[in-house]
């Protein structure tokens, strides 16, 4: 049953139906953000002019797709001249990978859910004790994350961890070598790791999540098989297609490719989060779409295989859109409330059987949903709308879209992601998961060194010398219920 609608929504929907300004809560995340960055850049100290970017790049893994299509795994692994595998788990690969004769194969089963550094580790003193020659990953996200970090650290035999982890928290170095081939088999329809060249991990000492970023990383296959997803639990299913609907929504309202700076000196070092383009955004908006339509309809009944299937689609269609513009404030947050979860309110998401505690990432990502795309609706009021119309399952040309003035939009746009929240059973913002007003000062410092997120959020990294503080604050109390 769809929670009933909290008071302060109730009150938020009148005063939209009543005024032309943005009606908002009492936080300041409503505040015009046009108004904000003007102010910020009159404000912002002079630097010496640096060149934007004037080119985008887009890259994504071969994909195939269909129903069982997993059993020919290892006929590709065959096809690739493969002499070794390193396989990071399932038992449906195993079967495939078996009728192949003088396929040669070790398995890692020890992935953890929300990998941590400790984890990979692991995983890459495995790998390197091994001469592969290919890498396959079944699972969902953290398995091939995991199996991509192995990948990377076993051609790199001397390297470091932190060597490509992002910067700041890393050195963030460049990959100038030839990975070995990877095959990614994903068994949930969430985070698009089939598509793209980012892995995610815990850094658990800082309690917050980063990763490594490089188009060097993307799988050379990815083969997305509705039939792996039916074992999923439905609390898998919501938080997994959560991602999806966010990797969409961020990566189509990221600050526009030609507003990031600084321009590179070579071409290798052009990030993957490029920033929003018009490539990018056809396979996100796509993706936006499919999943406001199915994830309800998996949510009420995860054997509807018509659901699943879209969703997966959904999932990969969304890779290649973030992978190649990238995400931002409710990614760049979601690390510091999962992470200092573990050591802070302890919840333990419904649904999921671990033996520890965990908001899952997709939830994690939802909690500032609302809050999040109040704010950005001012920097780009059309894309929002369209976002808006997705959400009230009409077109950007309906009377009751066009009739909302752009200062409304955000607000509009803060009502309908909470009532699509609330229809997944979602926990209605921070509070629900433990946290309290005291502990946002502690969630903006893990954000803060989130720079390859933030730099790509309208209002935060298209003004020159803001670091996001004051309105990651805003964001983050406007989050704590709703």
Avoid at 240 to 269: C, K, Q, W
Avoid at 446 to 459: F, N, Y
């Amino acid at each position: 049953m769809t929670p009933a609608p909290s008071r302060a929504s109730i009150l938020r929907l009148i005063n939209a139906s009543q005024h032309t300004n943005c009606p908002c809560h009492g936080s300041h995340a409503a505040h015009n953000a046009h108004a904000i960055t003007n102010q910020l850049r009159r404000l912002a100290i002079p630097v010496e002019k640096v060149d934007k970017e004037y080119a985008f790049e887009v890259a994504a893994s071969n994909l195939r797709f269909g129903d069982g299509v997993t059993r020919e795994v290892g006929m590709d692994l065959k096809n690739m001249k493969a002499t070794k595998v390193a396989v990071f788990t399932d038992p449906n690969a195993m079967e495939s990978l078996s009728s192949q004769q003088d396929l040669s194969f070790e398995v890692f089963d020890r992935v953890v859910t929300e990998p941590t550094e400790d984890s990979w580790r692991e995983a890459i003193a495995w790998s390197r004790q091994h001469d592969f020659s290919h890498f396959l990953a079944v699972g969902g996200g953290s398995v091939i994350d995991t199996a991509k970090a192995a990948n990377l650290f076993t051609v790199y035999k001397e390297a470091d961890l932190y060597d490509f982890i992002n910067a700041p928290i890393g050195r963030g170095l460049a990959i100038s070598k030839a990975l070995r081939p990877l095959i990614a088999v994903p068994t949930t329809a969430g985070t698009g790791s089939e598509t793209t060249g980012t892995a995610i991990l815990d850094i658990t000492s800082k309690s917050f999540k980063t990763g490594i970023a490089s188009r060097a990383l993307k799988p050379t296959l990815g083969i997305v098989d509705t039939f792996n997803t039916e074992s999923c639990p439905t609390a898998v299913h919501i938080s997994a297609g959560l991602d999806v609907l966010f990797h969409s929504l961020e990566s189509f309202t990221a600050i526009p490719y030609t507003e990031r700076s600084p321009r590179p000196t070579n071409p290798i070092l052009r990030p993957a989060y490029q920033g929003s383009n018009p490539v990018a955004d056809i396979f996100s908006f796509w993706a936006l779409e499919q999943t406001v339509k199915y994830l309800p309809e998996v949510a009420k009944d995860n054997n509807n295989t018509e659901a699943r299937r879209q969703l997966l689609l959904a999932a990969s269609f969304a890779g290649i859109g973030f992978g190649n513009a990238g995400v931002h404030l409710c990614h760049g947050m979601s690390y510091p409330i999962s992470g200092l979860n573990k050591k802070g309110p302890k919840y333990q998401h419904a649904g999921y059987v671990v033996d520890h505690p965990i908001i899952p990432h997709g939830i994690s990502v939802a909690l500032t949903g609302p809050a999040v795309f109040q704010f950005t609706a001012p920097s780009s009021p059309d894309k929002h709308r369209q976002a808006l119309a997705v959400f009230k399952k009409t077109t950007p040309l309906d009377q009751s879209i066009t009739s909302i003035p752009d200062s409304a939009i955000g607000c509009h746009l803060f009502e309908a992601i909470a009532s699509f929240l609330d229809g997944l059973g979602v926990p209605r913002g921070l509070e629900a998961v433990g946290y309290t007003k005291e502990d946002v000062p502690m969630l903006v410092e893990g954000t803060l060194p989130q720079r390859r997120v933030l730099d790509l959020a309208p209002g935060v990294g298209d003004v020159v010398g803001e670091d996001g503080k004051e309105h990651l604050t805003r964001m983050l109390e406007a989050s704590l219920k709703y």
